[in-house]
């Protein structure tokens, strides 16, 4: 009794189940066939054995017949077993039904599973959007140049753009449009004589930059650049010259301390030189007795010629003697000898 109890149970479950499964699925279908925009029966019930939600599906086809866009339950059911995003996917395929924008189920597909928002994409083109440059995310304030004349100048551009959804699969990002014209403007102002032909004209930067063509390859239009700030900064120039001045001052300055260094070396070697040649003198002066004494053994000098010769050697200190105190007497008064 208790096993027929247990089995009446299984069945009855089973078959609030099918209910319940065959009344969502009818009422999907229902829903699909008020709507003009019928799909098959059998098809709903086989989109949860794959995994696939029918309500989206069915909803989203319902939308799109709406809206007076014919998107097949398949190509939707293709879409989401892709891991696409079904409902942006038809929000941007209607929005751009609206706008008079081309685009194709295909492609807002490739859109949606290249990581791209198509929705964003899409509202971008009817509604230009404006990006700063440089971006907050580059933690700095402005762009950095320095014309000509060394004086550098600080710039802040805003950059309207509008999304190219034909480039958009396989196009560059926002970031690439911030560096090229980040780049744009260090050049247009480094070409510049002076900082204040720049200043005259802002709008040269502008042109200058729409002329580069910096927008190809990317997923963007751009439609304007706009100098929305410029500043004058340091003049770097001066700074530079400055900074090369003192450099040359060191070099400057080492060269002579070498040469300094050189010529007290010089006076060293000469004063050893000096000391070696008196040492030199006084060897040979000792020499001089021995060969007075030689001679006179020799008999080549007599004793009244050495008495001579000492004569003469006293008259001649004497002379000098005398003419040393001359010299200090006719000495000016505060003045002495060596």
Request: glycine share 8%.
């Amino acid at each position: 009794m208790e096993i027929l109890q247990i089995i009446l149970l299984i069945i009855l479950f089973v078959i609030a189940m099918l209910v319940w499964l065959i009344g969502n699925v009818f009422m999907l279908w229902w829903q699909s066939v008020l709507s003009n925009a019928p799909v098959g029966l059998m098809q709903i019930v086989f989109m949860r054995f794959r995994k696939v939600n029918p309500t989206v599906v069915v909803r989203n086809r319902i939308t799109a017949k709406k809206a007076g866009l014919e998107i097949s339950a398949d190509q939707l059911e293709a879409h989401y077993l892709a891991g696409g995003e079904v409902d942006r996917v038809v929000k941007a395929l209607i929005s751009a039904s609206k706008a008079g924008i081309e685009l194709s189920f295909d492609r807002a597909c490739a859109i949606d599973l290249a990581g791209r928002d198509v929705q964003e994409a899409v509202a971008t083109s009817v509604n230009p959007k404006v990006i700063d440059v440089p971006s907050g995310t580059t933690g700095r304030s402005s762009v950095d140049a320095i014309a000509g004349d060394g004086i550098q100048l600080r710039v802040r551009a805003r950059v309207t753009v509008r999304t190219n959804l034909d480039r958009l699969v396989g196009g560059a990002t926002e970031e690439t449009i911030i560096a090229r014209v980040g780049e744009g403007i260090v050049t247009t102002i480094g070409s510049a004589d002076t900082h204040m032909e720049v200043l005259e004209s802002p709008d040269r930067i502008s042109n200058r930059v729409l002329e580069r063509g910096l927008d190809s390859g990317t997923a963007f239009e751009i439609l304007s650049i706009d100098i929305a700030d410029i500043d004058v900064g340091d003049n770097v120039g001066a700074r530079l010259m400055i900074d090369r001045a003192e450099a040359e001052k060191k070099v400057a300055q080492a060269q002579a301390e070498r040469q300094r260094a050189l010529a007290v070396a010089r006076e060293q070697e000469m004063q050893a030189l000096v000391q070696e040649n008196r040492a030199k003198v006084v060897l040979a002066e000792a020499e001089v007795p021995k060969a007075l004494a030689e001679a006179l053994r020799s008999g080549h000098l007599g004793v009244m010629d050495y008495y001579n010769m000492q004569n003469v050697l006293a008259d001649t200190r004497m002379r000098g003697h005398i003419a040393g105190e001359s010299s200090e007497r006719s000495r000016p008064a505060g003045q002495s000898g060596e």
